[in-house]
């Protein structure tokens, strides 16, 4: 019968620690490939710096990202009064992130088209002061107002480019318009004029003078 010392004796039980340090040379070679593969599969240490590609054109911003292994990639575009298009209003990542290799940047870049914005619905339903609060608030500007017979600063229309406009129409952003605003003072001056040519109408069949041609 094998005793305590004896067990752990490498001369009396050689295959029992030939089987421990064949076991532990194992786990160690299994945990050191496996860090070495998930080092190499995630690329640990390895990272890119994001290029700061806003105000260029979307030309050159690509360019300069494929030199850095990156990819740009545009998602939107938006109008800006002076600006040509295509130039990057903004990236995502932003310039100066740290990135792996082959990583997409968004970019955000600008356009001629002028966007279209829908009136609201302000006529005869708005005085002066609510209507222009509501166009300048989304971008429109506007003219001296137009005075029509009406009730005091009451909205009852808008023009652009002299075009008469309805609720829901569409004009490009920043568009300069005109209310059509009620005057009391016109309305009262068109009723005065109205009664006046009711009271004295003008005659329907005026006789002609009667000729005395006897002299011909």
């Known amino acids: 019968m094998i005793g305590f010392k004896d067990f752990f004796s490498f001369q009396k039980n050689k295959f029992f620690w030939i089987n421990i340090i064949g076991m532990v040379v194992v786990i160690i070679?299994?945990?050191?490939?496996?860090?070495?593969?998930?080092?190499?599969y995630t690329r640990h240490g390895e990272a890119h710096i994001v290029p700061d590609v806003k105000n260029k054109n979307i030309e050159?911003?690509?360019?300069?990202?494929?030199?850095?292994?990156?990819?740009?990639?545009?998602?939107?575009?938006?109008?800006?009064?002076?600006?040509?298009?295509?130039?990057?209003?903004?990236q995502t990542p932003a310039a100066g992130a740290r990135v792996k290799e082959g990583r997409t940047v968004y970019l955000t870049i600008t356009t001629t088209s002028v966007p279209l914005i829908q009136l609201p619905d302000i006529i005869d339903n708005s005085s002066i002061r609510q209507a222009e609060a509501k166009l300048k608030s989304i971008g429109f500007k506007?003219?001296?107002?137009?005075?029509?017979?009406?009730?005091?600063?009451?909205?009852?229309?808008?023009?652009?480019?002299?075009?008469?406009?309805?609720?829901?129409?569409?004009?490009?952003?920043?568009?300069?318009l005109t209310l059509c605003v009620g005057d009391t003072h016109l309305r009262d001056s068109l009723a005065m004029d109205s009664t006046m040519i009711e009271i004295n109408p003008m005659p329907q069949n005026e006789e002609k003078p009667e000729v005395d041609d006897s002299w011909f």
Do not use: F, H
Request: hydrophobic residues 40%; proline residues 5%.
């Open 29 to 40: 070679a299994v945990t050191w490939g496996t860090l070495a593969w998930l080092d190499s």
């Open 60 to 90: 050159e911003a690509v360019r300069i990202l494929n030199q850095g292994t990156m990819e740009g990639v545009v998602i939107d575009s938006n109008y800006v009064k002076g600006v040509p298009a295509g130039m990057v209003l903004e």
């Open 142 to 176: 506007l003219t001296e107002p137009e005075l029509v017979p009406g009730e005091q600063d009451w909205v009852y229309g808008i023009k652009y480019r002299g075009r008469e406009l309805k609720s829901g129409d569409k004009v490009p952003n920043e568009a300069l």
